[in-house]
Each structure stands twice: as C-alpha cells, then as structure tokens.
C-alpha cells in the first residue's frame, strides 16, 4: 500500500482528522455543515441513536418499522441503541397528531425511516419530512432520517424512477441523515451520517466511533466515487452502478443477439436458446417494486425439464467468472444488463461446454 496522510495534517505537520476530506465532499454533495463516514448505514443508524437518543424516546411510525433483511429491523436496532421506541399512528396511517402527542419530556429526537423494500399502497397516509422537521423544532428537538440508500442526484433526469435526493432532505430542514455508500450510491460498504455540526461533534465524540470507523482504501474509494458526483453530466459513463442502471434496453438487445448463438454453438442438443425480452429489478434496498426494462438470453429444456435447466444454472455459476441466471416459466434467463466485457463471458464458453459433456 502507498503511503497517505490519513491522520496527517500536511498544511500545520500535526495529527490531522481523517475525516476532513471525506467530509467536504459530502457537505458539498449533499448541502450540510458537516458528515462522517462509518462501517455501514446499519451502524450509522446505531451511532447517531446512542449518541442522541440513550435512555430517552423516539417516536416512530408504525408504517416505518421495517425489517431490511439480515438483522436489522428498526425496533430491535433501537432497542439497541439504548433508546425507547415510541409507536406512533397506524400501519397504513400516520397523521402529525399522530406524532404531536406522542411527543413529551422524555423525547430524545423524531425519525423518519425510508421504507426500502416494501411500498404501502391504497388508504395511506404519512408525514412529510419538512411538516415532521417544523414539529421537532417547534419542541427544540432535532429530526432525523434514515435515507436507506442515499440518493444524491435526480434520478427522474436519468429516467429512472424518482427518489428524493440527500440534498432535499437537508433543505427540508431534516437535522441528521444516515445512508449507505454502496446501495445507489455505487460506492464501497460504509455508512454516511450528515447534517449538523452541532449533532456531529457530538456523534464524532462517542466512543463507538472508533470502534464503526472505516478503514482508509475505504476512505480512498468513497471519496473517488464522491468526485464523479460533482459531474453529474457524465456520471451514466464513469459511475459503474449507474452506467448498468441506465443502459438503453436496445442496446442490451444487440449485445444478446450477438451472444446468443455463440452460447447456442456452445451448448448441448438438450438446450434451445433464445433472445426474449426481460426486466431488471433494481433492488438493494430502493425502488422496492420498480424494474426495468431488458434482455436476456432466454434458454429453454428441449425435454421441458427443469433438472437440465438447474444443471445448466449451476454450471454456469461454477465457471472462473460466475453468470447467474434464474429461473422464470420454464426459462433460464440470463438479463445482460450488467455484462460490460463480452469478452470475458465469450471466452469461457468452451469450459462450460466442456462441463456439460462430463
Ligand atoms: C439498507 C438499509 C439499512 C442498512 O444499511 P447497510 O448499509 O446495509 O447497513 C438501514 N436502513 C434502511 C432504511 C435501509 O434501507
């Protein structure tokens, strides 16, 4: 590794802070006095809470206590945090009374969480941000959110389905907003924590920092991914996650047309391959229902069965470079969305074919 300066100030030659850097990218990105950088949005929603919420309540929606997968479910990540969940409105409605009286001596701060995997549709209804913001101030409290997957610019420019920016939450009036670096975003596994300096100093101090603080090729690969936010004109090219997102369903079509009967010269008689339109699901924790329009390599069981189609998916998994497919109606589908080097794929079709004969 290359020697840096991760805690060496070069203007004054004294220790420095490792996040000083990192943080005015993410001020500037995102419009807020301050911000750090910690191992996940899992353990940023755990900092800012112990830090500004122990021993005291925080209301919550009932239509926000989500669970994200693996372990993190919002009331077992405050419980352990210190704090006391206040259960606040109903699953389907939440109204500001709601949350005004459950509002009282003992509340620490109000939040919001993004509801990332899953969309209440039909007889809703739920607090803005800014209208929460305006309450929490009116009671002196601070308001905070967790974004889930940060966004930091507008995706509708890019065509793809709306979500508020980082930046409009902190215009909003919103205090503190936690999100992940590698969800959207496109960066490495880390949590961001931004918003006020007076709660970040704060949050910076606890003890818990040390131990959720990322290390510096983390630092050094966010803070590149920061840099090609700053032009978001060309961010479809340079950002990888973007480039895949917003990539024309035509020119997926040309690229499995070429491939597919290079696969089908590949392939067994057992096996007929086609190309078929397909949808990409977006996922990661955003956009819970939206997908995509796309193409796949679509191949079928000439036998009509299910084992060749496994047999195939497995195999194709076990190459040097992995391809995952799945399974859907009697097809396996490869979606070549995110196939950047044909290449790559091409050049191991004879190890697959090899391992269809054995
Ligand atoms: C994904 C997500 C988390 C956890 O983030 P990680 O970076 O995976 O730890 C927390 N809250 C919400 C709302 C999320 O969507």
């Known amino acids: ?4 300066n991760l805690e060496f100030d070069l203007e004054t030659g004294q220790r420095g ?41 925080v209301p919550v929606s009932r239509g926000e206590l989500v669970e994200i997968g693996g372990s993190f479910r919002v009331p077992e990540v405050m419980e352990s945090s210190g ?62 959110v967790d974004l889930g997957s940060g966004c930091l610019i507008d995706f509708a420019d890019l065509g793809l389905p709306g979500e508020p920016k980082a930046s409009d939450y902190i215009a ?3 205090d503190l907003i ?16 931004a918003g006020k300096k007076s ?41 990888p996650t973007l480039r895949q ?24 008689q057992a096996y007929r391959s086609a190309t078929a339109p397909c949808y990409s699901q977006i996922g990661s924790g955003a956009l819970p229902v939206e997908t995509i329009p796309s193409f796949a390599i679509a191949i079928e069981s000439a036998e009509d069965r299910d084992s060749d189609l496994r047999r195939l ?18 097809r396996l589908l490869l979606d070549l969305r995110c196939l950047d080097c044909e290449s790559l794929f091409l050049e191991q079709l004879p190890l697959l074919e090899n391992a269809l004969a054995c």
Request: net charge neutral; aromatic share 2%.
């Open 1 to 4: 590794m290359l020697p840096n």
């Open 83 to 144: 704090c006391t969940l206040v259960e606040v409105g109903a699953t389907n409605r939440t109204h500001l009374k709601d949350y005004r009286s459950a509002v009282s001596a003992q509340t620490a701060l109000l939040m919001k969480v993004h509801t990332s995997n899953y969309r209440l549709e039909g007889f809703t209804q739920s607090v803005d941000e800014k209208t929460l913001a305006e309450l929490a101030h009116e009671h002196k409290l601070p308001c905070m």
């Open 199 to 239: 709660l970040l100093d704060r949050i910076c101090k606890n003890p818990l920092k040390r131990a959720l603080r990322v290390d510096s090729m983390i630092l050094a690969a966010l803070s590149e991914v920061l840099k090609l936010y700053r032009h978001p004109e060309t961010l479809t090219q340079t950002l």
């Open 172 to 174: 909003n009036g919103i």
């Open 17 to 57: 802070n490792r996040d000083n850097h990192i943080e005015s990218l993410i001020c500037e990105l995102t419009g807020s006095e301050a911000a750090t950088v910690v191992n996940n949005n899992a353990a940023a929603v755990v900092l800012a809470l112990s830090t500004l919420a122990k021993g005291r309540e």
């Open 313 to 330: 998916a497995t195999e194709l998994r076990k190459l040097p470079r992995p391809v995952i497919g799945r399974i859907h109606d009697g």
């Open 245 to 268: 997102l917003t990539r024309p369903a035509s020119d997926i079509e040309e690229q499995a047309v070429r491939l597919c009967s290079e696969l089908a010269n590949h392939l067994p």
């Open 178 to 193: 936690t999100f992940s670096g590698d969800k959207l975003l496109g960066g490495p596994q880390c949590g961001i924590i």
